[in-house]
C-alpha cells in the first residue's frame, strides 16, 4: 500500500491478556517509530528501529513492552499483562532515513484494556 | 517528556476567522514541524520550518519561528469546518541515544460553520 498500514484499528482485550499489535511501513522506509497517546496528550515515542536492528527503546514504559522488526520492514509490539493504563491509541510511523524530518503515520491501533 | 507546548489547549471560532496556535519548546533544535490529527487518529505532517527560516507558507498556513523566544506560531488563514482537528508542533530530541520527534500536548481546533 501506499502508506503505513496498522492492524487491528481497534483491540479490545481484558485485563492480563497478552496482545500483538502489527504495522506495515511505507515500502523501502527504513526507519520506523511507535508512538502511544492517551487521550487529549501527544503522542510519547516509545520504540524506533533503524532497519531490523531497536536503535532506541528508551520510550517503552516498562518490561511487558516489546517491539521487534525481524525483517527490517513489518513490526510488531507486544504488549503482555495488560493493564488498564495501557489503554491508548498506539501510533506507526516510517521515514525514509532516520534525521527525523517527516514521518509517515499509519491511522493507528485504539487498545481497550478492560 | 514532551518538549513542545501548545498554546492554547483548545480553540473555537468561526468559519473565516483565522487561527492562531502557538508551540513553545526547551531545547535548541534544527528544525520544528506542525502536524494534524483528526478525531484521534493518524497525524498528517503540515510543514517543516528549519531553525535559519523565520516564516513559512504552505497554502493558508503561515509558520513562524523564533528561535531565540524557542517559541513557533501556525496561522490558518479564512478557516473552514473542515480544518476541525487537533495541532501538534513537534520538535527533534536526541534523548535515549537516537533523533526521534517529540510532541506537544496539541491544541484543538474546532471551526463552527
Known amino acids: 500500500g501506499a502508506g503505513v498500514s496498522q492492524t487491528p484499528s481497534n483491540k479490545v482485550t481484558e485485563k492480563g491478556k497478552y496482545v500483538e499489535l502489527r504495522c506495515d511501513p511505507i515500502?523501502?522506509?527504513?526507519?520506523l517509530y511507535w508512538y502511544r497517546q492517551s487521550l487529549g496528550q501527544g503522542p510519547e515515542f516509545l520504540i524506533y528501529?533503524?532497519?531490523?536492528?531497536?536503535?532506541?527503546d528508551s520510550g517503552l514504559p516498562n518490561d511487558r513492552f516489546f517491539a521487534v522488526r525481524p525483517e527490517g520492514s513489518v513490526s510488531t509490539l507486544k504488549i503482555q499483562r495488560t493493564e488498564r493504563g495501557d489503554s491508548a491509541v498506539y501510533l506507526c510511523?516510517?521515514?525514509?532515513?532516520?534525521?527525523?524530518?517527516?514521518?509517515?503515520f499509519g491511522e493507528g491501533s485504539w487498545l481497550t484494556v478492560v | 517528556s514532551q518538549q513542545g507546548e501548545e498554546d492554547p489547549q483548545a480553540l473555537s471560532i468561526q468559519e473565516g476567522e483565522n487561527a492562531t496556535m502557538n508551540c513553545s519548546y526547551k531545547?535548541?533544535?534544527?528544525?520544528l514541524q506542525w502536524y494534524r490529527q483528526n478525531s484521534g487518529r493518524g497525524l498528517v505532517h503540515l510543514i517543516l520550518?528549519?531553525?535559519?527560516?523565520r516564516e513559512k507558507h504552505s497554502g493558508r498556513l503561515r509558520v513562524t519561528l523564533d528561535t531565540s523566544k524557542k517559541s513557533s506560531s501556525l496561522l490558518i488563514t479564512a478557516s473552514r469546518a473542515a480544518d476541525t482537528a487537533s495541532y501538534f508542533c513537534?520538535?527533534?530530541?536526541?534523548?535515549?541515544?537516537?533523533?526521534?520527534?517529540?510532541f506537544g500536548k496539541g491544541t484543538k481546533l474546532t471551526v463552527n460553520p
Open positions: 510511523a516510517s521515514s525514509l532515513y532516520s534525521d527525523s524530518n517527516t514521518i509517515y
Open positions: 515500502s523501502g522506509h527504513t526507519a
Open positions: 528501529f533503524q532497519g531490523t536492528g531497536a536503535a532506541d
Open positions: 531545547t535548541s533544535i534544527n528544525n
Open positions: 520550518i528549519r531553525s535559519n527560516e
Open positions: 513537534a520538535t527533534p530530541s536526541r534523548q535515549g541515544g537516537s533523533e526521534k520527534l517529540v
